[in-house]
């Protein structure tokens, strides 16, 4: 009997947790580039003026890594960066995940089971 009943506040418990965690996802802005990106793809905030975003985009040229580039001097950029909240370059998106700043290991990480070696 007292197995019973603790298999069955489990699963009441594990049913609440999972109501609970749908019920915070947040809602992506019309502007998020994660709406673009499905699970493999990437989109690159930049800039041309930015030396770590130069650097970044010269390491996935050489490692033909398939990306997107929104500056964010311009207009698609601009409201893509404020979608995400944030506002340093470079700002890489892969899949659903943000990477802030030139972060090799964090893009490695990312990056590697696309099948890209970049780092």
Same mark, same amino acid.
Request: hydrophobic fraction near 40%.
């Given at each position: 009997?007292?197995?019973l009943?603790?298999?069955?506040?489990?699963?009441? =418990?594990?049913?609440?947790?999972?109501?609970?965690?749908?019920?915070?996802?947040?809602?992506?802005?019309? !502007? !998020?580039?994660?709406? =673009?990106?499905?699970e493999?793809?990437? +989109?690159m905030?930049?800039?041309?003026?930015?030396?770590?975003?130069?650097?970044?985009?010269g390491d996935?040229?050489?490692?033909? +890594? $398939?990306?997107?580039?929104? !500056?964010?001097?311009?207009d @698609?950029?601009? $409201?893509?960066? $404020?979608?995400l909240?944030?506002?340093? +370059?470079?700002?890489?998106?892969?899949?659903?995940?943000? +990477?802030r700043?030139?972060?090799t290991?964090?893009? @490695?990480?990312?990056l590697?089971?696309l099948?890209? @070696?970049?780092?």
């Amino acid at each position: 009997m007292r197995i019973l009943g603790f298999l069955m506040i489990l699963g009441l =418990a594990g049913g609440l947790f999972a109501w609970w965690s749908k019920a915070r996802v947040p809602e992506l802005h019309p !502007d !998020d580039p994660r709406l =673009a990106t499905g699970e493999q793809g990437i +989109v690159m905030l930049a800039a041309e003026w930015c030396g770590y975003c130069r650097k970044q985009q010269g390491d996935f040229e050489r490692a033909g +890594v $398939r990306y997107r580039v929104l !500056d964010i001097d311009q207009d @698609d950029g601009d $409201r893509a960066m $404020r979608a995400l909240g944030t506002r340093g +370059v470079p700002v890489t998106v892969i899949g659903q995940a943000v +990477v802030r700043g030139y972060d090799t290991a964090a893009l @490695d990480q990312r990056l590697g089971p696309l099948g890209y @070696d970049v780092y």
